[in-house]
């Protein structure tokens, strides 16, 4: 039996997680469950789960939890950053999910290493901002990091049983969000409901914008420089509408391994879950005789600057990939609040990253700094 751990369970992969839980309950036992602010949904995943200890982000869900479980056994609830990080390093665990939303996610990853366990990472934004500090720490305390994200796990799928000395590329695919064929001239006028409206794959509101901007594949890049250990240099993102092939790894001999898939983030997860065994978790194949045709295409760099800021973040380092995703954040969440346009999101990480003066080879303390640097300057051009 293992034993999740799944801090974010209420969210899109929070969800999904629990979705294969329930196919498999002789395999895996649900033994904590965090979420911040989905309080009626977390008692649901309580009373179907059993989990022991559950962790919220507020008093008030806390006492808003304790009221929903009236008449049943209300596990143990830990409350605030903290309680995350309790979570996440809790003795009952062996796989801790990290399935929460941005910045948050990196103290309860950092937790959860130190307490060895295996990681199941769907939190991209971790790695974007201390990479270096996450994976050294992993390698220390001898801790696997399973990818889960879409590419990630394409990639980490195409590299079993080949040699890292053999790597040569990886080709990371991107959807193109809903805006791949927009005309530039109409990005102004983009509303929230647009953006969110994506073509392909079913995510929550942050990642959904995202891939509208392309934010999600500038993060994802970061994310395979720190997972796989490779140069940026040597990741091409291809724009591929039908988000079938979900990444591919070239390798010296000319051969290029590809992974795919109806696009359905069930499929990754349970990879992490289960590998090196897979399990039916009931996704259909493509149905490649009436897909037709598979296209790749190059980035668009002009209407979606994202790639550049990943490009020039990575090749500059420090605490910049930190300051690139603060900045993000609070750009995508005034978006989403009406505050500012679609194109401001860019001005906005743009501005952050030309203003920030950036530190080498940071510390943790360093990395937080200038994320709150970042959020702060951010929310001032707001
Ligand atoms: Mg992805």
Same mark, same amino acid.
Request: hydrophobic residues 45%; proline residues 4%; aromatic residues 8%.
């Given at each position: 039996?293992k034993?999740l751990?799944?801090?974010?369970?209420?969210g899109?992969?929070?969800?999904?997680?629990?979705?294969?839980?329930?196919?498999?309950?002789?395999?895996?036992?649900?033994?904590?469950?965090?979420?911040?602010y989905?309080?009626?949904?977390?008692?649901?995943?309580?009373?179907?789960?059993?989990?022991?200890?559950?962790?919220?982000?507020?008093?008030?869900?806390?006492?808003?939890?304790?009221?929903?479980?009236?008449?049943?056994?209300?596990?143990?609830?830990?409350?605030?950053?903290?309680?995350?990080?309790?979570?996440?390093?809790?003795?009952?665990?062996?796989i801790?999910?990290?399935?929460?939303?941005?910045?948050?996610g990196?103290?309860?990853?950092?937790?959860a290493?130190?307490?060895?366990?295996?990681?199941a990472?769907?939190?991209?934004?971790?790695?974007?901002? !201390?990479g270096?500090?996450?994976?050294?720490k /992993?390698?220390?305390?001898? &801790?696997? %990091?399973? +990818?889960?994200?879409?590419? @990630?796990s394409?990639?980490?799928q195409?590299?079993?049983g080949?040699?890292?000395?053999?790597?040569?590329?990886?080709?990371?695919?991107?959807?193109?969000?809903?805006?791949?064929?927009?005309?530039?001239s109409?990005?102004?006028s983009?509303?929230?409901?647009?953006?969110?409206?994506?073509p392909?794959?079913?995510?929550?509101?942050k990642?959904?914008?995202?891939?509208?901007?392309?934010?999600?594949?500038?993060?994802?890049?970061?994310? !395979?420089?720190?997972l796989?250990?490779?140069? /940026?240099?040597?990741?091409? &993102?291809? %724009?591929? +509408?039908?988000s079938?092939v @979900?990444?591919m790894?070239?390798?010296k001999?000319?051969?290029?391994?590809?992974?795919?898939?109806?696009p359905?983030?069930?499929?990754a997860?349970s990879?992490?879950?289960?590998?090196?065994?897979?399990?039916?978790?009931?996704?259909?194949?493509?149905d490649f005789?009436?897909?037709k045709?598979?296209?790749?295409?190059?980035?668009?760099?002009?209407?979606?600057?994202?790639?550049?800021?990943a490009?020039?973040?990575?090749?500059?380092?420090?605490?910049?990939?930190?300051?690139?995703? /603060?900045?993000?954040?609070?750009?995508?969440?005034?978006?989403?609040?009406?505050?500012?346009?679609?194109?401001a999101?860019?001005?906005i990480i743009?501005?952050?990253?030309?203003?920030?003066?950036?530190?080498?080879?940071?510390?943790?303390?360093?990395i937080?700094?200038?994320?709150?640097?970042?959020?702060?300057?951010?929310?001032?051009?707001?």
């Amino acid at each position: 039996m293992k034993k999740l751990a799944i801090l974010g369970s209420t969210g899109s992969i929070g969800q999904s997680t629990l979705k294969i839980v329930s196919l498999y309950p002789d395999r895996f036992d649900v033994e904590l469950l965090a979420a911040a602010y989905n309080i009626s949904l977390l008692s649901k995943q309580i009373k179907q789960f059993n989990p022991k200890i559950v962790a919220v982000m507020t008093e008030d869900g806390a006492s808003q939890l304790r009221t929903l479980l009236k008449g049943y056994t209300c596990p143990e609830i830990l409350i605030g950053e903290s309680g995350y990080i309790d979570a996440a390093s809790n003795e009952k665990a062996d796989i801790v999910f990290l399935a929460m939303v941005g910045a948050a996610g990196l103290r309860p990853a950092l937790a959860a290493i130190d307490a060895k366990k295996t990681i199941a990472l769907a939190n991209k934004e971790t790695l974007v901002m !201390a990479g270096d500090i996450v994976m050294s720490k /992993a390698k220390e305390n001898n &801790v696997r %990091i399973f +990818p889960v994200d879409s590419e @990630h796990s394409a990639i980490f799928q195409c590299l079993q049983g080949n040699r890292q000395k053999d790597f040569k590329k990886i080709f990371l695919t991107a959807s193109g969000g809903p805006f791949r064929k927009k005309k530039l001239s109409e990005f102004g006028s983009i509303t929230p409901e647009d953006a969110l409206n994506h073509p392909n794959w079913s995510m929550g509101n942050k990642i959904s914008i995202d891939s509208a901007t392309l934010m999600n594949k500038a993060l994802e890049i970061i994310e !395979a420089v720190h997972l796989f250990d490779v140069s /940026a240099e040597s990741i091409e &993102v291809l %724009i591929h +509408p039908q988000s079938i092939v @979900h990444s591919m790894v070239g390798f010296k001999d000319g051969s290029v391994i590809a992974q795919m898939g109806i696009p359905d983030m069930k499929g990754a997860i349970s990879y992490a879950m289960s590998l090196p065994e897979r399990l039916d978790i009931g996704v259909e194949f493509p149905d490649f005789s009436t897909l037709k045709n598979l296209e790749f295409e190059k980035c668009d760099n002009e209407k979606f600057p994202s790639l550049n800021f990943a490009f020039e973040v990575c090749k500059k380092g420090g605490t910049l990939p930190a300051v690139m995703n /603060a900045a993000n954040e609070v750009a995508v969440e005034a978006f989403l609040d009406m505050k500012i346009s679609f194109p401001a999101i860019y001005n906005i990480i743009s501005k952050c990253l030309g203003k920030h003066n950036n530190i080498d080879k940071p510390d943790l303390s360093g990395i937080i700094e200038a994320d709150r640097w970042a959020r702060e300057t951010a929310l001032s051009l707001i």
